[in-house]
């Protein structure tokens, strides 16, 4: 006697074409899981890179901006051909 499992589903025991579309359909899934990989370590990568530039955007310089500067030397001095 062969048993078949049974498919509440539908009422009826499985058939290789259930089983095939089954199968298929896992490994299609496993694929685009897979492809997200390298998509998923680029967006790591781009938030540690923007986390980065806004740190450098907020720092306050140790150097002030004309301490220690002759007015002489200063841009609005210079004239430019």
Do not use: C
């Not at 496993?30 to 986390?51: F, T, Y």
């Not at 980065?52 to 150097?63: A, H, L, S, T, Y």
């Amino acid at each position: 006697m062969k048993i078949k499992e049974w498919n509440y589903g539908y009422g009826e025991p499985y058939n290789v074409g259930t089983l095939l579309i089954v199968q298929f359909t896992y490994m299609m899934g496993m694929m685009n899981m897979m492809s997200l990989n390298p998509n998923i370590q680029a967006l790591a990568k781009a938030l540690v890179v923007g986390k980065k530039v806004f740190d450098v955007i907020d720092r306050n310089p140790e150097i002030q901006d004309n301490v220690g500067v002759d007015e002489s030397l200063r841009r609005e001095h210079f004239d430019i051909k």
